[in-house]
């Protein structure tokens, strides 16, 4: 059984550039959710993505954008980096929408992106 | 909006002793509560999921969780630890679409 799938799995980046991450849902997974972890903190929401639209987005910049795929598969993008994007960034997927007692999320092993 | 918090954020003791860890939520409507764990290196793992009826929550690997309404709290325990229960525990509520939101987490170290 395959689970969420996340590339590249580490990745550097410089200041000011353009990163575009990847995820992979379990198949027949219809929502995808992006989390941002910094080092000793809980994960950040990022965004919901459900059947291609944006359900919700958290407390980001617009340098943050995603956008899903009609295989369910999604990217995040983060245009002109800064020091403090560096962190692990997490795809999680569940059968979504509602029905959240039966649909718990299933996370990938996450992207690391060091911006130096 | 719902949120978590979790009281310890670092946590060290033995194999076979007891453990506790403590979770508040603010109430804001229907309640789903999570405990995920994340071992060293490897992804989020859900450990057990409360949404409604028996309040004593039983999950893998050995965990449970007990939601106490009056006190907003949903405390996760194990009886007897392992070595192996070495990680990172993340308390957890969502809404309706199954946005998550995270406590910081606490950082469990089990010594031999």
């Known amino acids: 059984d395959a689970g969420v799938t996340q590339s590249p799995t580490h990745l550097i980046k410089t200041r000011g550039q353009h990163v575009t991450l990847r995820c992979s849902p379990i198949?027949?997974?219809?929502?995808v959710s992006w989390y941002q972890q910094v080092l000793g903190q809980g994960p950040q929401f990022i965004f919901q993505y459900y059947e291609k639209e944006e359900r919700g987005r958290g407390n980001f910049p617009d340098r943050f954008s995603a956008r899903q795929f009609p295989n369910y598969s999604s990217e995040l993008n983060v245009n002109a980096l800064l020091l403090g994007d560096s962190a692990l960034y997490l795809c999680?997927?569940?059968?979504?929408?509602?029905?959240?007692?039966?649909?718990?999320?299933?996370f990938g092993n996450g992207t690391r992106l060091t911006v130096t | 909006a719902q949120s978590v918090s979790q009281h310890n954020h670092h946590v060290i003791l033995s194999e076979a002793a007891s453990l506790e860890l403590g979770c508040n939520y603010s109430y804001g409507g229907t309640v789903n509560l999570f405990w995920y764990v994340q071992y060293p290196g490897q992804h989020l793992q859900l450990l057990l999921k409360y949404f409604s009826g028996d309040p004593l929550v039983k999950g893998i690997k050995g965990f449970e969780a007990e939601f106490i309404k009056s006190k907003f709290s949903f405390n996760l325990r194990k009886p007897s630890v392992q070595w192996s229960d070495t990680a990172e525990y993340f308390c957890g509520t969502t809404d309706s679409w199954g946005k998550l939101q995270f406590g910081a987490g606490t950082q469990v170290v089990v010594t031999p």
């Open positions: 999680a997927s569940s059968l979504g929408p509602k029905g959240t007692a039966y649909s718990p999320l299933h």
């Open positions: 198949s027949g997974h219809k929502s």
